[in-house]
């Protein structure tokens, strides 16, 4: 792949990583450029793993806004809610987790919240860049597959399918992270409580 486009691939990677809870698919974004480029298995390997160090790398952006706010995010529902984990390995395995899930920036909290209690960074660094290349490794390839099955059906270039993708998901990653994750966790725990079924002994 062209130096050009591994630039931007690495440079959407930070962005969109590093702005808080931007919620930009950067993995679509590095399929499409990837589709327009030619699909072999360097230029595979290569937006992988760029997407993988840019996305990882760039979460230690919010990290450093959670420590610069600490007494004012310490008042944010979400962080109180999640920070009760901070210093116990569910912590790590909730960072793992949420590095991997697709669409929603869920990681950002968690370094919001790393930042906040001052956990260990490169702790965080290391299983983010683990995650982040697991993730890129799934995605992309799958990314790929889809947007030349629809572009076959629309009849439109790949790329453009591509573009028009990363618009469409991002809209939808904004209206997912307005839900309230706290209220989720209460109804599900209070339903799970009330249920005979999922009752301990």
Not at 103 to 115: E, K, N, S
Not at 156 to 166: A, D, L, M, N, R
């Amino acid at each position: 792949m062209r130096i050009f486009y591994l630039i931007i691939i690495l440079a959407i990677s930070i962005v969109t990583n590093a702005t808080p809870f931007f919620g930009t698919p950067y993995t679509l974004v590095a399929t499409t450029l990837l589709l327009k480029c030619g699909i072999t298995p360097i230029n595979l390997a290569e937006a992988i793993i760029l997407t993988g160090i840019g996305a990882a790398v760039a979460k230690s952006f919010m990290y450093f806004i959670g420590l610069g706010a600490r007494k004012g995010l310490k008042r944010n529902k979400n962080v109180i809610f999640f920070s009760r984990f901070t210093g116990k390995k569910s912590f790590y395995i909730i960072l793992f987790l949420t590095s991997i899930f697709p669409f929603l920036p869920l990681d950002d909290l968690v370094y919001l919240i790393g930042g906040t209690t001052k956990t260990s960074l490169i702790s965080m660094l290391k299983i983010s860049l683990l995650a982040k290349i697991i993730k890129s490794s799934i995605e992309i390839p799958i990314e790929a597959f889809g947007i030349l099955q629809i572009s076959d059906a629309i009849g439109i270039s790949p790329f453009e399918t591509g573009v028009i993708s990363t618009v469409v998901m991002t809209i939808l990653a904004i209206i997912l992270f307005k839900i309230d994750w706290e209220s989720i966790y209460r109804k599900i725990e209070k339903y799970l409580a009330n249920n005979k079924y999922f009752r301990l002994p």
